[in-house]
């Protein structure tokens, strides 16, 4: 989901945040359609098929509230067919945040609203519960491991991330620091990768990446590790990595190839948690995330720019909660969707190649610029509410729902 | 190397290039003979700097930023010479340049011209040595008259330094682009060569405290008000600023052939008690300007390169460049608008003086940036280039 272009002159006047028409990626209808076109409805109609020939697949997924109301909304043959796959019975759906917000960090109890929300959301879609927890972005802290712990959920998910686990594998289930049920399962990442980055790098020494060669090295695990949590972004078919370099035929042989050695199967997450015992405990004190070479949350809030941003949009919570406006309210949480501030991220020459191919903006200051805008109206919006009812009840047309650009989908 | 001016006696950018730009080849251990057409009281203790004594027949010697139309307006009553005559000098340098390059026979690998004031000098320098000729592009005939009545001598002194040239290095991409289509240079002689800086940031006395106090913000245009660095886009902007943020001053440092224009633009919208000109500023006056600015705008309607992006950037300010410049091809940390496009102009440096986040972090990675665009950096670039023609 993403702002539009949104000048300073623009503020007091449009309120539309999210409905660019241009042809440029800023454009969210656009850019669903895109996705789903090059990746979700391909590969929706693979995974269908392999679910139906083999009985011993199951799948995991992660859906965003607001991109289950994009779907909704403009394209509900795509959200059909997410169905069809739930329906099966052998796809879990993971609890998260509504807005795929960083709100853990800001404010508990918006945090907690939003995965209500969520929660909510998903079993009027799918008619399902989600029993396991994944933070946006995998952002974990043994803080959100106990919250998670406390709610009853089963299994929270977390980067497998050397920092923490040190000598030890990803392999296995462990239990977070302080909780009492609740388990972890980590994120291998080098195996993850190799599939969502390395797929088609033609220099990486194992390209072309089979699903035989993929699935030996899985299998290699067995003896020294019970599970392999294999975390992607769902776009990773057909839209991070091209059709034409051969990611669905990879995905259509992959099952095959697992499940011909005998020893290994495919569960859900919350399978996976009741079918081992913890290993260990993990212990993770600061806030580990998926993304860049850091693995924390500066891709986000790593300058001052987007720590600003975002300290600022999370200032008005009191204001905008008493506004009681729900429009006002659900403009407020969409800026909160943490897209908005890894598009002003700065941290170009290192890992700036994969933030410069995700922004749709020109510059990361461009994405601040109009954000902030944005926001200034947002609080312009809250301050006229507060006076008397006759300068304000200004007539809107109907929002025009925006998308968002979808989340990660655990396999 | 043939130059045309030096600091302190440049009118422009250009001279600050060739003096970086020297200075970092022969840290690099390049022998430089730098040819100036007349004699200056400049200093170049890296380089045996020579004058070719042009003036003994000449006279007094135009800047290298003049047109003949902006010559005529600025000098209306003959106190200089006629507009003909700054090509007189370069041709009067090319002249002498035929007697001086006989003494250097033997010990030169490498002629390197810079623009066009040097290019005859630089054509006869290499027939009589018979060495490579370098011909290094500050700017076009096109740049300076923004296309409008280029000057068909000129032109042709371009083109024909262009032909004869082995090598040709613009500044910047989209001049690349213009010696392609308005010179038909062919286009593996070009090499873009990036101009760089090497000044660090030295903390000086504040200026326009008075301002400062009161809570005003400081927007900045420094450069030759001329019609290539877009001096009406920038009152008009001013205007649209003022709109939003009502405090704020603008500083306009240079001087030229539009300065009457701007203060008359100026006027005309009401906004004339917001400006302040300061005339043409070198040195730690110049640093201290762009130290006191919250922002400075480029708007230039075409700029080959643009040092003054990375003079501001060494000096911690925030920039807000054209896209129709050369420095705008490199920077990443800048904030960058078509030179036309007024309304966006005005809502990004609104929001610099309005986000305080905004502003710190484009300093920071400005900064951090700018150490990466060195002269020697460029010279390595240069001798490179060098080395591809010396056979």
């Known amino acids: 989901m993403r702002v539009k272009r949104y000048r300073v002159f623009d503020v007091g006047w449009d309120h539309d945040y999210f409905n660019d028409n241009t042809e440029t990626n800023l454009n969210n209808k656009k850019v669903l359609a895109k996705v789903a076109a090059k990746s979700y409805l391909p590969t929706n109609t693979i995974l269908l098929k392999l679910l139906e020939n083999h009985p011993e697949l199951s799948l995991t997924y992660s859906f965003s509230g607001i991109l289950l109301e994009q779907l909704e909304k403009d394209f509900p043959e795509i959200l059909d067919s997410f169905k069809k796959l739930i329906n099966t019975g052998r796809v879990e759906v993971l609890s998260e945040t509504y807005y795929h917000s960083l709100a853990f960090f800001y404010s508990r109890k918006e945090f907690e609203r939003q995965v209500e929300m969520h929660k909510a959301k998903i079993k009027r879609v799918f008619g399902v519960t989600p029993k396991a927890f994944r933070n946006t972005e995998l952002a974990y802290t043994n803080e959100l491991a106990k919250w998670a712990d406390e709610k009853g959920f089963t299994a929270i998910l977390a980067e497998g991330w050397d920092s923490f686990l040190g000598w030890r594998s990803p392999n296995f289930v462990y239990k977070p620091k302080g909780t009492k049920k609740i388990k972890t399962l980590l994120k291998n990442y080098k195996l993850s990768d190799d599939i969502a980055f390395r797929f088609s790098e033609k220099s990486w020494s194992q390209w072309p990446l089979t699903a035989d060669k993929f699935a030996d090295w899985v299998s290699r695990i067995n003896g020294n590790g019970q599970v392999v949590n294999l975390f992607m972004d769902y776009e990773t078919f057909g839209e991070h990595q091209w059709e034409a370099n051969g990611i669905f035929e990879f995905l259509r042989q992959l099952p095959t190839e697992i499940l011909k050695h005998p020893d290994n199967n495919f569960l859900t997450v919350s399978e996976a948690a009741k079918a081992y015992p913890a290993m260990d405990e993990v212990d993770v004190p600061y806030i580990v995330t998926w993304a860049d070479t850091e693995r924390d949350l500066s891709a986000w809030v790593g300058n001052a720019i987007q720590t600003s941003a975002i300290s600022l949009l999370y200032s008005l919570e009191k204001t905008i909660l008493k506004a009681n406006d729900p429009e006002l309210t659900h403009d407020w949480r969409r800026l909160q969707t943490s897209d908005h501030f890894y598009y002003m991220c700065t941290k170009w020459f290192s890992d700036g190649d994969v933030h410069k191919y995700f922004n749709p903006y020109e510059s990361p200051y461009d994405a601040f610029i109009s954000f902030m805008n944005v926001v200034s109206d947002l609080k312009l919006r809250i301050e006229k509410k507060k006076q008397p009812q006759k300068s304000l009840n200004k007539k809107r047309k109907h929002i025009e729902t925006s998308r968002n650009f979808p989340n990660s989908i655990g396999i | ?391």
């Open chain 2, 1 to 391: 190397m043939l130059g045309w001016e030096l600091p302190p006696f440049n009118s422009g950018g250009l001279g600050e290039a060739c003096f970086g730009l020297a200075r970092a080849l022969s840290k690099k251990g390049v022998q430089i003979t730098f040819v100036l057409p007349k004699k200056l009281d400049v200093h170049m203790d890296f380089a045996d700097l020579i004058f070719a004594d042009v003036d003994e027949v000449a006279g007094n010697l135009a800047g290298a930023y003049t047109t003949n139309d902006s010559w005529s307006s600025l000098f209306p009553t003959n106190a200089f010479p006629p507009a003909q005559d700054y090509i007189g000098g370069a041709l009067k340098f090319a002249e002498k340049m035929g007697l001086l390059a006989k003494r250097y026979k033997g010990s030169i690998d490498v002629v390197h011209a810079h623009d066009w004031l040097t290019y005859p000098a630089g054509m006869v320098a290499k027939r009589v040595l018979n060495k490579p000729l370098i011909a290094h592009v500050h700017a076009t005939e096109f740049d300076r008259t923004g296309g409008h009545n280029p000057n068909p001598m000129v032109y042709a002194i371009e083109k024909k330094g262009f032909e004869i040239a082995d090598k040709v290095l613009p500044v910047g991409g989209f001049m690349k682009d213009v010696l392609i289509e308005k010179y038909n240079v062919d286009q593996d002689k070009i090499q873009v060569v990036y101009n760089g800086i090497d000044d660090c940031r030295r903390d000086l006395a504040p200026v326009l405290t008075a301002f400062k106090e009161l809570g005003y913000k400081v927007v900045l245009f420094l450069g030759r008000i001329t019609l290539q660095k877009g001096p009406e886009y920038f009152v008009r902007a001013a205007k649209r600023i003022l709109d939003y943020e009502p405090k704020t001053i603008f500083v306009v440092t240079g001087s030229g052939d539009m300065e009457g224009y701007m203060i008359s633009e100026a006027a005309r919208l009401g906004i004339l008690d917001k400006f302040i000109f300061t005339g043409f500023l070198r040195g730690e006056e110049r640093d201290q300007i762009y130290q006191a600015a919250d922002l400075y705008v480029m708007p230039s309607v075409s700029e080959p390169f643009g040092i003054t992006a990375l003079e501001a950037l060494v000096n911690k300010t925030p920039l807000l460049i054209s896209k129709q410049s050369g420095v705008s091809e490199i920077l990443k940390n800048a904030l960058k608008v078509d030179f036309w496009d007024v309304e966006e102009m005005a809502n990004k440096a609104v929001a610099v003086l309005k986000y305080s986040a905004l502003k710190s972090d484009l300093q920071t990675e400005g900064q951090k940036e700018v150490r990466l665009y060195s002269w020697a950096k460029t010279a390595d670039q240069v001798i490179n280039v060098y080395n591809q023609v010396v056979h």
